[in-house]
Every structure is written in structure tokens, then in C-alpha cells.
């Protein structure tokens, strides 16, 4: 088993550097480093560098009109995240995801859920920014201005 192990050590750092040589979200290079890191981190007993590519692949995925697949991915990375922070900032992605779908309702209830945890300042006012707009497109007025100021730093109207 450990030599098992030593090999999979060794495959992460040329994986790591085409990350890293390789910018172009559009890349299949990329994208495929990308599943091997996660799958590879996961045998290793490394959760959290799997779940930071797993989120990097769903942003890749969002960046890329691929929002079913970031959708899947961040369901995986949802079921690991616990409570907090990050399970925010996962959130706030599908709600991204959802919205490029066009899916209105779930896309609020994800981004609403990222609030709850406690996204970063500056996401938060985007997921208000967000969340105006689509509670405006729902019908729901009332709820469209509070989160529009919400966006722009004030309180609730």
C-alpha cells in the first residue's frame, strides 16, 4: 500500500504545475488535471486540496456556459462542505449555475442559502445584486429593493 501510495504522491506535482502553465479555463488539459487532482487528493486522504478543485473545476465549468456540469460537481462538493464559509462560497456558485439555467427559484434559494453562511462582504453584495434581479423578474418587488440596497451597502429599505 505504500508504495501505492508514494506513486500516487508523485503523480500531484506535474498535475499541480499544468494548473499552473495552463490558464485557459477552455482547456481539456486543464479541466482533465482537474479530475485527476480531485480523485488523486481523495485517495490520498487530502479533502480539503480535493474540495479546492473541485470548486475550481465548477468555477471552470460556470466560466465556460457549462452550468449542469458545475451543478453536478458542486452537489459533490456541498455533500463535503459542512456548514460555514465554505459551503457559502459553494452556494453561491450553484446559485450562479442555476441562474445561467435560467432557473429562477432554485437560484435564489442557493444564493439566499449563501447569505446564511456567511459568504465573504464582497460576494455578498453581489449575491444582492443577484438576488435583486431575480426577485424582480419573480414578481416580488418588495423583496427585489431590499436586496438591491442590500447591494449597494445600505441597510434593508
Known amino acids: 500500500a505504500y508504495l501505492g501510495l508514494g506513486w500516487l504522491k508523485m503523480a500531484v506535482p506535474p498535475l499541480e504545475e499544468t494548473l499552473v502553465i495552463n490558464h485557459d479555463p477552455r482547456s481539456p488539459t486543464g479541466h482533465l488535471a482537474h479530475l485527476l487532482l480531485i480523485e488523486l487528493y481523495g485517495l490520498l486522504g487530502d479533502l ?4 479546492k478543485h473541485r470548486g475550481d473545476l465548477a468555477d471552470l465549468y460556470i466560466n465556460t456556459d457549462r452550468p ?5 460537481l458542486l452537489r459533490q462538493f456541498l455533500a463535503r462542505a459542512g456548514e460555514g464559509p465554505q ?22 434559494e442557493s444564493l439566499e442559502r449563501s ?3 456567511r459568504v465573504s462582504s464582497a460576494e455578498a453584495l453581489v449575491v444582492h445584486d443577484f438576488l435583486a434581479a431575480i426577485y424582480l423578474q419573480l414578481g416580488q418587488p418588495i423583496l427585489a429593493a431590499k436586496h438591491q440596497s442590500l ?3 445600505e441597510g434593508p429599505p
Open 68 to 72: 449542469q456540469e458545475a451543478i453536478e
Open 115 to 117: 447569505l446564511e453562511l
Open 151 to 153: 447591494s449597494q451597502g
Open 48 to 51: 480539503p486540496s480535493a474540495q
Open 87 to 108: 459551503a457559502g462560497w459553494g452556494y453561491y456558485r450553484q446559485g450562479k449555475a442555476y441562474l445561467d439555467m435560467g432557473e429562477l427559484k432554485k437560484s435564489s
